[in-house]
């Protein structure tokens, strides 16, 4: 398992369209995606989990990937929601 | 027997009561045909769901707008997820029918939505409900209550107006439409005023107290509903539903005619807005534009602060809806009688004299950037936004926002975002002392429009719900004329254009006095576009020209508005 901590920078937060794009993004790797926030293990390749979680914008958040594609797929999520998550 | 509840959308309707029942969706007799087929039934009844909602979400966007389609495009990324459709799956294989997971999955969902503590988020546990009673009536095969075959004449009575319901309504056949919840910004207000029905909200308990075939009256106007009248109440709502008809047939001719007066002189007729859904009314009630887009709702009835994307979100799309027409967004003017309770403002003896508008915004720069930010941005793309400032007494309160204008606009520059460089700033004259110095002010800002409510108000020393005084309030007085008279000349003086965005915009009386003295634009309420632009070309400058004269001849309030009463007869 890799993980690292970032921090949502969308004025938005994970609200759905954002939330739309990570999870799209995610599925094209194999890995477990889970994302820790505010003490919470989120499925962050479950559009109604993300959105569930009301992650906003400023909260520190920690993603964690497992299985195949790990690495890729920690080096995609980071990338997207640094910058931005589209917004 | 009479029901009251919010008047949503303008008209008379009378006609019979046609109830719309929520569907049976009773699914204990459903029996449980195996893993393989359960599986399949619940993949056709998602692809179903798919199809139609699209269908859905594709009408309703060319006949109301983007965002009312975005909930139903919503709701099928919703369903397309793929934990929820392995949930789903689960309880399956587990020996559950379709129906019953497609329950349960969601039920739990809806729940942890509705837990929430964000306020958007919580609304995506009606979305989830929504997609329960949609997926189960699917499965079950029960068809909606087919809104499209309704007879003429009627009044539909449900609990809420869906956008599905919407969807398939034939408009000439609807009478009015009453339901049990909803205000006047809901999802529902904002379509049945797009459509041009009748419309009362929020009506208590309304499935229960109106029964199929009741004789009902509907006044969309005043939110009052009359069960079973008599024949005097009979003829007289078809009375004023004659009128009403009859007056917006007579203005219906101004709609597409320009702003002139009898000698065809232009001047601007824009609209007063309060959401970015009654831009679209402004629109098609041929507004020319948007005089005064007040805040606040963006601040009202939420527990924070909205956020730059937001706002931004909101300002863009009046933006759009008035692309080429010019949009006057006034910044957040809280306090008087506007509390806003997460805001911290401190209680005041005298709060219409106190921490309010524009002071307030310029002692909290943390939030009044954020919208600066938001408008600047939402400039970029149509260059139709002008930023006014409210409650303005001195040029230092000019200068502080422009100075502040121009933090945000290095901010966005350095953080390359596009804005509107040259987004023109103005004031709202709405004090004696901004009214007094109103040529100082206009050398350091691009326009001007006048308020009259405060603009009274302060002036005449008044507070106007206060019945021992009220009597004093009034636009009439020698005083509050001679001060919109000579803000106007210091606007034409310093070569910037001038509007109005009061009531007294709107006053057929007023108008004579505001062509003579130069004023460049009205911006009145939707309702009020037509006929004013009616009494625009009514006029002829010459005879408007004496008729002021003559009332700034006169010295007290009931002279001058004897004397307009009868002149404009």
Redesign the interface.
């Known amino acids: 398992m890799v993980s690292a901590t970032t921090k949502i920078v969308?004025?938005?937060g994970m609200?759905?369209r954002p939330a739309?794009l990570f999870?799209n993004t995610m599925?094209k790797y194999q890995s477990d995606v889970t994302i820790l926030f505010n003490g919470k293990s989120i499925?962050a390749?479950?559009?109604?989990?993300l959105?569930?979680a009301?992650i906003?914008?400023g909260s520190e958040i920690e993603v964690q990937c497992s299985g195949e594609q790990e690495a890729e797929a920690l080096k995609a999520a980071v990338e997207l929601i640094e910058s931005g998550l589209g917004? | 027997m009479i029901l009251r509840g919010i008047g949503a959308s303008e008209g008379i309707g009378i006609g019979s009561a046609v109830c719309v029942r929520e569907q049976n969706l009773d699914y204990s007799a459903v029996v449980y045909s195996g893993t393989e087929a359960e599986q399949d039934r619940l993949q056709q009844a998602i692809q179903q769901f798919n199809d139609k909602t699209s269908a859905m979400a594709e009408h309703i966007r060319t006949q109301v707008g983007q965002k009312e389609s975005e909930i139903l495009t919503g709701q099928i990324m919703m369903l397309s997820d793929p934990f929820m459709q392995s949930q789903m799956s689960e309880l399956i294989q587990a020996g559950q029918c379709a129906e019953a997971a497609v329950d349960q999955v969601c039920g739990m969902y809806a729940e942890m939505f509705a837990g929430v503590e964000d306020e958007l988020m919580r609304q995506r546990a009606t979305d989830v409900r929504d997609i329960r009673s949609r997926m189960l009536a699917i499965l079950l095969g029960v068809s909606g209550m087919d809104v499209s075959e309704l007879p003429a004449g009627s009044v539909l009575v449900a609990h809420d107006l869906t956008p599905s319901m919407t969807v398939g309504l034939k408009k000439e056949n609807v009478a009015a439409i009453l339901t049990e919840v909803g205000g006047r910004t809901s999802h529902s207000a904002i379509l049945v005023r797009a459509l041009e029905l009748p419309a009362v909200l929020s009506i208590p308990n309304a499935m229960e107290q109106v029964k199929d075939g009741d004789s009902v009256i509907a006044d969309g106007g005043e939110g009052t509903v009359y069960l079973h009248p008599d024949q005097a109440t009979l003829a007289d709502f078809r009375k004023k539903q004659a009128d009403f008809l009859a007056q917006k047939a007579l203005l219906a001719v101004y709609r597409d005619r320009e702003t002139v007066d009898a000698d065809g002189n232009r001047y601007a007729l824009y609209a007063n807005i309060g959401s970015p859904a009654e831009a679209k009314a402004a629109a098609e009630s041929g507004a020319e534009g948007v005089g005064l887009f007040r805040t606040e709702f963006l601040f009202m009835d939420r527990t924070s602060v909205p956020s730059e994307e937001e706002q931004y979100e909101a300002y863009l799309s009046v933006s759009r809806t008035m692309a080429g027409k010019e949009v006057i967004i006034r910044t957040l003017d809280v306090g008087g009688d506007k509390a806003v309770d997460y805001l911290g403002m401190e209680k005041e003896e005298n709060p219409f004299l106190g921490h309010r508008a524009i002071r307030y915004c310029l002692d909290r720069p943390d939030l009044y950037k954020v919208q600066l930010r938001a408008l600047l941005r939402a400039g970029a793309e149509g260059n139709n936004i002008k930023i006014m400032l409210p409650l303005v007494t001195s040029l230092e309160e000019i200068r502080s926002a422009r100075s502040l204008l121009e933090t945000c606009k290095a901010e966005l520059e350095a953080e390359g975002l596009p804005y509107h460089k040259e987004i023109p700033l103005g004031i709202m004259v709405e004090t004696p002392a901004a009214a007094l110095i109103a040529d100082l002010l206009a050398q350091e800002c691009d326009f001007f429009s006048i308020g009259t409510n405060d603009l009274t108000q302060y002036t005449m020393a008044v507070d106007r719900g206060n019945a021992q005084v009220e009597q004093l309030y009034t636009t009439f007085h020698p005083a509050v004329l001679r001060s919109i008279c000579s803000i106007i000349t210091a606007a034409k003086n310093a070569g910037i254009p001038v509007g109005m965005c009061g009531e007294a915009a709107a006053d057929p009386r007023l108008i004579p006095l505001l062509m003579t003295w130069g004023l460049d634009e009205f911006s009145v309420s939707s309702s009020a576009i037509l006929a004013t632009r009616a009494n625009i070309h009514h006029w002829r400058a010459d005879a408007a020209g004496q008729v002021a004269q003559k009332a700034m001849g006169l010295s007290t309030a009931a002279g001058v508005e004897d004397y307009l009463h009868s002149a404009i007869q």
């Open positions: 969308n004025p938005q609200h759905m739309q999870v599925a499925n390749k479950s559009i109604m989990h959105m569930a009301c906003k914008q917004e």
